[in-house]
């Protein structure tokens, strides 16, 4: 079993950054793919990037590439990701989540393709 709690998010005016933690307990953290995902109240849970056990594999939403980097320090258990030239739209819940299992490419960007999830951390950007 994994567990996973995300630390970091807060608020922000437009244009600032954040960097968001995420650690987790557990031994199969190094073997697993790692992603973030976001949600607004009444919407689904939409994804925002991932990243393969190694770090050197990773995929990004549309919306946030180039301006979010997700990496992970397996000797810590920890998967970031930072988040520069934050806009108003970018508010949302951000989630930390883990596949269980060797990880696999293409890197999966479906919410139901994870088995572990933290508790989510509030992003919110002010205009």
């Known amino acids: 079993q994994v567990q996973l709690v995300e630390s970091g998010g807060g608020l922000v005016q437009a244009g600032g950054s954040l960097r968001l933690s995420c650690a987790a307990s557990g031994r199969t953290f190094s073997s697993s793919t790692m992603g973030w995902f976001r949600q607004v109240a009444e919407k689904e849970r939409e994804f925002v990037a991932a990243i393969g056990w190694s770090g050197r594999s990773t995929y990004y939403a549309n919306s946030v590439k180039g301006r979010f980097t997700i990496s992970r320090e397996n000797a810590k258990n920890t998967v970031y990701l930072q988040m520069n030239s934050l806009k108003p739209e970018d508010t949302a819940v951000y989630y930390c989540?883990?596949?269980?299992?060797?990880?696999?490419?293409?890197?999966?960007?479906?919410?139901?393709?994870?088995?572990?999830w933290g508790q989510g951390t509030q992003v919110t950007v002010s205009s």
């Open positions: 989540a883990g596949r269980a299992g060797p990880s696999v490419l293409p890197l999966p960007r479906r919410a139901d393709e994870y088995h572990y």
